[in-house]
C-alpha cells in the first residue's frame, strides 16, 4: 500500500474512532491528518508543526540510541531521564568519587565529564520513503538471495547518505516491511555528562517502585552535546564547544492539570500489536517465563559475586538496573496476561474476522490468506530451534566471551571489501568497535563475569534437546548431546579465564589490527573459544537471514491485508513501533486499576515524605527532607495540590525507547519527561488497553524544585532562562 492509500485508511479511521484516540504511536508526516483529533483534545499549536523536522519542536527532540532526549538550551543543554544518563554516571563513578550515591553538578563547562566512549547523540533531519528502492525487483527471489538483496541496497543507501561525513543514517521498514524509509541523523559523538541527582532522587523507589504507581522519582539528568571549532561532529576532544542546535524546547510556565492535553515525541523501541496468534502464544508460554527465570539468577548471580567488592558493584550497576528494568517488564507482560481473557484468543479471533474478510474478496483474498498460511508456517519452523538460538547465542554475546566473538568477527569482516562486510563492522561502526573495547573495562569483572558464564552454560546444557545441541559447543565443553550437566565446569572455566588477556584494554585494541590468520594462530583462550564456534555461529546466522528473507516476503502480505481490513472498519493505522521518531497524544488522566479503586494523576513533595523509610530503595536527602520541611520553593507549587507535584500521569501510549521523551502541553512547551509506564500497561505492547494504560511522567516543576532548593543547579536554570530563588 502506498503512503497516498495508508492516508486515505487513516482519514476513514479518524471519523469514528474517538474511543482509541490515545491509542497510537504517529509518524510525524501523518499528523497534519490527525488535525482535526488534535484539535478537539486541546492542542493549540498549529498540527502541521508536528510533522516538520526542521522546526520547533521535532528539531529539538534526539536519540540517545536506546533512549530519548531534548535540547533544552542555545548551548546544546540536553535533558533526558537519569535511567538513560545512569551509564554515564557509573563509567565516571569509582569507590572514591561515588556518583551515583552522590550526585553531580558540574558548575561550570570545564567541570563537565566525558560519558562512556560510545555516548551518541541523534538529531533526525530527514526521513526518505525509500521502498521502491528496496523492493523493486525481489519477487521471485529466495530467502537468502532477498535478505541479502535487501541487506545490500540499504548499506548502499547509507553509504551514499553518510558520504557528506558527521551522519549516521539507518533505513527501517515499517510494517513488516510493506514500506521503508531512509532516516538521516546528525550523529554527534562528545557528549558530556553535565548533573545528575543522586540515586535516593533519580531512583527513589527502585525496582520496588519501577512501573508502579503512585511514583515520587526525579528521574531527570542532563548532558551536552559538543562538537569541533568548525560546529561539525568531532571526537572528544578538550577543544571542542558546545553544539548550537537550530531551535530548543521551551520550558512552560503555565500549571498542569488534570484534563490537560498533552503529548509525547520521542524513539519508542518496539511493540507487537500486530503479531500473529502463535506468536503471542509462544511469548505467553515460553519466552517470558524463560527469561524471567534466567534474568532472576542473573541478577542473584551478580549479587553474590559482588558482595563486599564495592568497585565490582559499581562496575555492574548500569548492568543490574538494566537487568531489574526487563525482568519486571517481563513479568509485567505475563502478569497482564494473565489478567486478560484469553489474550491469544483474542488475537485469534482478530484473525478469524480477518480471513473471513478475506474470504470474500475473491482472488486477491485467496492469495493474502495464502501469504498468511505460509507466515504461520514459517514461524512454527522458526520456533523448532528457539531453544538453540536463545542459548547459544546467549553464551557467546557477552562478557569475555562476547569479546572475543567480537574481535574474531571483526577480523573476518575487515578482510571484505567494506560493501560486503556484515552491518555492524563497516568502517563506519570502526568507533563503536573500539569504543566498547576501550569501555569494557568499566563494566568487567573476571570474578564476575565467570560466575555468568558458568550460569550461562549451565542454561544451554539443561535447556537445550538433544536435536538441537550445537557440537562445537558440546565438544569444547566435553559432554554429549544427551547430557543435562557439564561435568568440571568450574576447572574448564578456570582455564578459560586464566588462559585469556582479553580483559587488558590494550590487548582488546590492539587485537582490532589483527588479521584473521593472527587470530587464528593465538593462543588466547578466549580467542580459541571464538575460533572454535565461528563456523556454527556463521552457519546458523545463515539460516536466520534465510529465514528472515522468506519471512520478509509474506508478513508486507499479512500486513497489507491488515491494513485493508482496519480502513474497512474504520480503526487506526498506525506502524508498530522501530526507534524511529513517532508522537503520541493524549490528556493527564488518572485510572482506575480494580473495582473501589481509583488512582489520582498527580503525585506531590508529601508523598516522597510519607514513602520515606531512611531503607533502600527509600532513602531521602536530608537537603531534601530539609527543603521540604521548610516549605522551600512555593512558586512551583500546584495550586489544586497545595504542594509540588512530582510526578504525574497520562493516557498517551508509549513504550520502551520513549524513556526521557519530552512531554509538551497544548503550545509544544516541556511539562515533564516520560520515564515510565504502569505496571497494568506492560502488556500493551500487545494489546493495547485504553482503560487501564497510561504513562508516568516526571514533571517539570519537581525538576526546577530539585535544581533549585536541593542541588542547587542554578547555573542550569539560568541557561534555560527559567527564574530561581
Known amino acids: 500500500m502506498t503512503f497516498r492509500l495508508l492516508s486515505a485508511a487513516l482519514t476513514v479511521a479518524l471519523a469514528s474512532t474517538a474511543a482509541h484516540a490515545d491509542e497510537g504511536m504517529w509518524q510525524p508526516r501523518q499528523m497534519p491528518e490527525l488535525a482535526a483529533q488534535l484539535k478537539a483534545r486541546g492542542l493549540e499549536m498549529d498540527p502541521a508543526a508536528l510533522s516538520n523536522l526542521a522546526g520547533k519542536p521535532l528539531d529539538a527532540v534526539i536519540s540517545l540510541g536506546g533512549c530519548t532526549a531534548s535540547f533544552v538550551s542555545p548551548t ?66 529466495d530467502g537468502k538471495a532477498r535478505y541479502d538483496t535487501v541487506e545490500a541496497r540499504s548499506k548502499a543507501l547509507v553509504a551514499e547518505c553518510e558520504e557528506p561525513g558527521g551522519l549516521r543514517c539507518n533505513v527501517y521498514n515499517f510494517h513488516g516491511g510493506l514500506q521503508f524509509s531512509l532516516i538521516r541523523q546528525l550523529e554527534i559523538r562528545d557528549v558530556r555528562l553535565v548533573y545528575a541527582p543522586s540515586d535516593a532522587i533519580g531512583k527513589f523507589g527502585g525496582d520496588e517502585d519501577n512501573f508502579e504507581w503512585p511514583r515520587h522519582t526525579g528521574d531527570f539528568g542532563f548532558l551536552r552535546a559538543y562538537v569541533g571549532k568548525d560546529g561539525k561532529p568531532a571526537a572528544y576532544s578538550a577543544d571542542n564547544v558546545p553544539y548550537r542546535p537550530a531551535s530548543w524546547l521551551t520550558v512552560s510556565q503555565q500549571p498542569l492539570e488534570e484534563g490537560d492535553y498533552v503529548m509525547v515525541t520521542g524513539y519508542p523501541g518496539s511493540t507487537d500489536r500486530y503479531r500473529l496468534p502463535g506468536e503471542v502464544k509462544q511469548a505467553i508460554d515460553w519466552r517470558y517465563p524463560t527469561m524471567v527465570g534466567y534474568f532472576g539468577d542473573y541478577l542473584a548471580t551478580i549479587d553474590r559475586t559482588t558482595a563486599g567488592d564495592k568497585a565490582a558493584a559499581l562496575k555492574y550497576a548500569s548492568t543490574v538496573a538494566g537487568i531489574n528494568n526487563v525482568l519486571k517488564l517481563y513479568q509485567g507482560n505475563l502478569d497482564g496476561f494473565a489478567q486478560m481473557d484469553d489474550p491469544v484468543g483474542l488475537k485469534q479471533a482478530r484473525e478469524d474476522a480477518l480471513e473471513a474478510w478475506l474470504g470474500k474478496r475473491g482472488s486477491e483474498g485467496r492469495a493474502q490468506l495464502a501469504a498468511i498460511r505460509a507466515l504461520e508456517k514459517e514461524l512454527a519452523e522458526d520456533r523448532a530451534t528457539r531453544e538453540r538460538d536463545l542459548w547459544f547465542n546467549t553464551v557467546l554475546g557477552g562478557g569475555l566471551p562476547g569479546v572475543a566473538v567480537n574481535l574474531y568477527r571483526n577480523a ?27 569501555a569494557f573495562d568499566k563494566r568487567y569483572d573476571a570474578k564476575v563475569d565467570q560466575a555468568l558464564m558458568s550460569l550461562r552454560l549451565q542454561r544451554y546444557a539443561s535447556q537445550v534437546p538433544a536435536a538441537q545441541r550445537v557440537a562445537a559447543l558440546d565438544r569444547w565443553l566435553g559432554i554429549s548431546a544427551s547430557d543435562k550437566t557439564i561435568p568440571g565446569l568450574d576447572a574448564k572455566l578456570d582455564a578459560l579465564y586464566a588462559g585469556s588477556k582479553l580483559g587488558d584494554a590494550d590487548t582488546r585494541l590492539a587485537l582490532l589490527k589483527a588479521d584473521k590468520a593472527a587470530i587464528e594462530a593465538s593462543d588466547d583462550a578466549a580467542l580459541q573459544l571464538a575460533v572454535a564456534m565461528m563456523p556454527t555461529v556463521l552457519q546458523i546466522e545463515a ?82 527532607l530539609d527543603a521540604i520541611a521548610a ?95
Open 76 to 141: 546544546g543543554l540536553v535533558v533526558s531521564n537519569h535511567h538513560c544518563v545512569y551509564g554515564a554516571v557509573q563509567y565516571n563513578s569509582t569507590p572514591e568519587r561515588d556518583l551515583l550515591s552522590d550526585g553531580f553538578v558540574a558548575r561550570t563547562l570545564a567541570d563537565e565529564l566525558p560519558a562512556e566512549p560510545n555516548a551518541r547523540i541523534y538529531v533526525t533531519q530527514e526521513i526518505e520513503d525509500v521502498t521502491a528502492r528496496i523492493t523493486g525487483g525481489l519477487d521471485g527471489l
Open 412 to 438: 573476518i569482516e575487515q578482510a571484505k571489501p567494506d560493501a560486503e562486510r556484515k552491518p555492524g563492522y563497516q568502517d563506519r561502526d570502526a568507533p563503536r568497535i573500539a569504543g566498547s573495547m576501550t
Open 543 to 624: 539460516e536466520a537471514e534465510a529465514r528472515s528473507g522468506r519471512i520478509s516476503a509474506l508478513r508486507p502480505k499479512y500486513m497489507q491485508a491488515m491494513i485493508d481490513f482496519n480502513q474497512s472498519q474504520g480503526k487506526p493505522v498506525y506502524p508498530d513501533a522501530n526507534s524511529s521518531l513517532r508522537i503520541t497524544f493524549g490528556t493527564v488522566k488518572g485510572y482506575s486499576p480494580r473495582d473501589g479503586v481509583q488512582m489520582t494523576p498527580f503525585t506531590t513533595l508529601a508523598g516522597i515524605v510519607a514513602k520515606t523509610t531512611g531503607k533502600e530503595p527509600f532513602i531521602t536527602p536530608q537537603a531534601e
Open 631 to 725: 516549605g522551600k520553593g512555593a512558586q512551583y507549587r500546584m495550586d489544586s495540590l497545595g504542594d509540588v507535584p512530582v510526578n504525574f500521569l497520562s493516557d498517551v501510549d508509549t513504550t520502551g525507547g520513549n524513556s526521557g521523551s519530552p512531554t509538551l502541553n497544548s503550545k509544544g512547551e516541556l511539562v515533564g519527561l516520560l520515564f515510565d509506564g504502569n505496571y497494568e500497561s506492560l502488556s500493551a505492547g500487545w494489546i493495547f488497553n485504553p482503560e487501564l494504560t497510561r504513562s508516568i511522567h516526571v514533571d517539570i516543576r519537581y525538576m526546577r524544585w530539585v535544581m533549585d532548593e536541593v542541588d542547587h543547579a542554578e547555573q542550569l536554570l539560568e541557561e534555560m532562562g527559567l527564574p530561581h530563588d
